[in-house]
Each structure stands twice: as structure tokens, then as C-alpha cells.
């Protein structure tokens, strides 16, 4: 199965920029890359998904490298609410399995 | 509003000790999915669902089942559970397949003596 690295851990300011990274060397061309994140002691939420091209919503926008092996996060003014651990995973289209990596904490200092 | 429900919130049990945890969501949603997280090692899916009485095991189904007789529910199964089962767990839901938005519930904390 195609698998994600992140770093551990990561640590911002607030009110500026945050570029969370992710590695899938191994996508294959139907793979979509899903970004969540999970806020202290609660499940995971949808943060932003893509294919080929960047993605902007609310939240986030997506970057995704024109090989696809790598993508990055960026919120784009990160407040202490945003704070919390974010996963990248590739959801495999022919397949109903949804694979999880280890994701990255997130620290936002005041 | 639309969720997903989880029970038992936390649950304290024994070895062996036959027991069900309850997921149900109110969005219609066909896809639906156990997870369990453990420090370190992120979230793993145990089983999912694509619709009523489809089912598939994940990437650790060992030691689970599942059923899904009506789409809005989708309950985890231990028949004897065991210490390395010690573990936080989520069911999720989506409107039609893993590719869609997955909904999470509030996540059941399982104790095995």
C-alpha cells in the first residue's frame, strides 16, 4: 500500500504562515491525497483533498508537487485553535481502504 | 444535526470478556469504518463498509468483527477481547465511498484488564 511520511512535529507562530509537508513517493496516478486533522481529544475532521492540481478552500489550501510524490499544507495564518495533530493519507480509488500515517503535531505559539 | 454516535464513550472490561461498541450515523451515508488509534502509531483501519451487508477487513481486522445489517449502523464486535485490543476507537462515515469526506465520531476509549 502507498504510504505517507510527515514529520514529527512541527511549531509556528501565530498569525503566520504554516507549511505542513508530506512524502508519497509511492502514489500511484489514482491516488488522492486527503489531508485531516485532529483537534485534542476529539476525532478527525476534514481539512482538504486534491488529485493533480492545487486546492484552496476555508481552511487550507493544498499544494501538490507536478510529480505527485509530495504535497504541503499551508495554512495561511495559523491561530491557536489550529493547533493539532494533521494527517496526510492517499485514498486509493479501487480500493475502500483508507490508510492513516503517524501525522504531524502541530504547535501554535501565541 | 448530522454526527456520528459512539457507545460506549469508555469502557473498562476483562479478558474474554464478550463486548459491542455502537456506531450510527443519521447522514444516509453508505460508506462507514472502524478505526483504532494508539500512541505512536497513528490512526489503523480495522474494517469498513461500502454499503448494507458489504464488508472488509482493513489493515488490522484480527481479533474484530464487524455487521452492517442497516446502513445507519455499524457496530465493532470483540468476542474476547484481550489487553493488546487497549485502545481508542473511531467510526467514521461517508456519503459514498473512502474518497468522500469522512464524518468521525467522538471515539470510544476501550480498557481490557
Known amino acids: 500500500d502507498a504510504k505517507t511520511t510527515q514529520p514529527n512535529s512541527m511549531e509556528s507562530n501565530e498569525e503566520e504562515p504554516v507549511h505542513l509537508p508530506c512524502n508519497h513517493s509511492t502514489i500511484s496516478g489514482t491516488d488522492y491525497i486527503h489531508w485531516y486533522r485532529q483537534l485534542p481529544s476529539q476525532g478527525p475532521e476534514y481539512v482538504i483533498h486534491g488529485l493533480t492540481s492545487n486546492v484552496n478552500n476555508r481552511m487550507a489550501s493544498l499544494a501538490i508537487a507536478e510529480d505527485r510524490k509530495s504535497s504541503t499544507l499551508i495554512l495561511h495564518r495559523a491561530t491557536l485553535r489550529d493547533a493539532a495533530v494533521y494527517y496526510c493519507?492517499?485514498?486509493?480509488?479501487?480500493?475502500?481502504?483508507?490508510?492513516f500515517g503517524d501525522g504531524t503535531t502541530l504547535t501554535v505559539k501565541p | 444535526e448530522a454526527q456520528v454516535t459512539q457507545n460506549p464513550r469508555y469502557l473498562i472490561t476483562v479478558t474474554g470478556k464478550k463486548l459491542t461498541v455502537t456506531c450510527s450515523q443519521n447522514m444516509n451515508h453508505e460508506y462507514m469504518s472502524w478505526y483504532r488509534q494508539d500512541p505512536g502509531l497513528g490512526l489503523r483501519q480495522i474494517y469498513y463498509?461500502?454499503?448494507?451487508?458489504?464488508?472488509d477487513k482493513g489493515d488490522v481486522p484480527e481479533g474484530y468483527k464487524v455487521s452492517r445489517k442497516e446502513k445507519r449502523n455499524f457496530p465493532l464486535i470483540l468476542e474476547s477481547p484481550s489487553p493488546n485490543q487497549t485502545s481508542l476507537y473511531f467510526c467514521a462515515s461517508s456519503r459514498q465511498t473512502q474518497l468522500d469526506t469522512q464524518y468521525f465520531g467522538p471515539g470510544t476509549r476501550l480498557t481490557v484488564l
Open positions: 463498509s461500502m454499503n448494507v451487508e458489504v464488508t
Open positions: 493519507i492517499l485514498i486509493v480509488t479501487n480500493a475502500g481502504k483508507s490508510t
